[in-house]
């Protein structure tokens, strides 16, 4: 059974402070994609990444696709209450499914 | 583009009615998807479709049942509502797949009493 595990499950920090989330598993996959969940509504896809060690911003957004392709992390730089959110990742292995991990719900307080 | 659009938004219902979530899409995209969000956690995936004509069971299928006779549409059913099928579900949709991405709709929050 494949494990895919987010840490931390929370996180609670003051506007401007940098932060990183972690998403890991025993599988190797053939891509990855991050989502981030506002209240109230459904996920949002914020990028893919498909080779290892490659690494995609999103203006203060740093996504980073381990070299193996077993894990990724997503690193904020000097948060903004608008990020708060729950942030999903969701794996790929064969074939065209996406697995979905529990998230990490950050919380960006002003 | 209106994208995944799911309806209705809110319901409540008592144990043992049945119900279906609506979700159409308008992107012409091929796969279509059912999960399920419940508190603090995660998505799990219910059933998923393929393209018109095929569906398939997910993660957490028991008690649901869905159809795909349209590309757009990809309705699911629920029988005999249980307390345990209290959750926000989503509908989700994407082109080939995974690679590309899939986009959602904005959930129905489910209760069961």
């Known amino acids: 059974t494949q494990l895919l595990e987010q840490s931390p499950q929370f996180l609670s920090i003051q506007e401007g402070e940098n932060l990183t989330v972690y998403c890991n598993s025993s599988s190797v996959f053939s891509s990855l994609q991050w989502y981030r969940q506002e209240p109230g509504e459904g996920p949002v896809l914020l990028v893919t990444?498909?080779?290892?060690?490659e690494v995609k911003k999103l203006k203060r957004l740093t996504f980073q696709f381990g070299d193996a392709r077993k894990d990724s992390s997503l690193h904020i730089t000097a948060a903004q209450p608008g990020d708060t959110g729950l942030y999903l990742c969701?794996?790929?292995?064969?074939?065209?499914?996406?697995?979905f991990g529990g998230g990490t719900r950050l919380m960006v307080k002003p | 583009n209106a994208g995944v659009t799911q309806t209705p938004k809110f319901r409540i219902l008592k144990i043992g009615q049945s119900m279906t979530l609506q979700c159409t899409q308008d992107?012409?995209?091929?796969?279509m998807y059912w999960y399920r969000q419940d508190p603090g956690m995660g998505l799990k995936l219910i059933y998923y479709?393929?393209?018109?004509?095929?569906?398939d069971k997910g993660e957490v299928p028991n008690g649901y049942n869905v159809s795909r006779s349209t590309t757009e549409d990809f309705p699911l059913r629920l029988e005999l509502a249980a307390p345990s099928q209290t959750s926000v579900y989503f509908c989700?949709?994407?082109?080939?797949?995974?690679?590309?991405?899939?986009?959602f709709g904005s959930g129905t929050r489910l209760t069961v009493v």
């Open positions: 990444v498909v080779t290892g060690g």
């Open positions: 479709s393929v393209g018109a004509g095929i569906t």
């Open positions: 969701a794996p790929q292995r064969g074939g065209n499914m996406l697995t």
């Open positions: 992107m012409n995209h091929n796969y």
């Open positions: 989700a949709s994407s082109q080939l797949g995974g690679p590309m991405g899939y986009t």
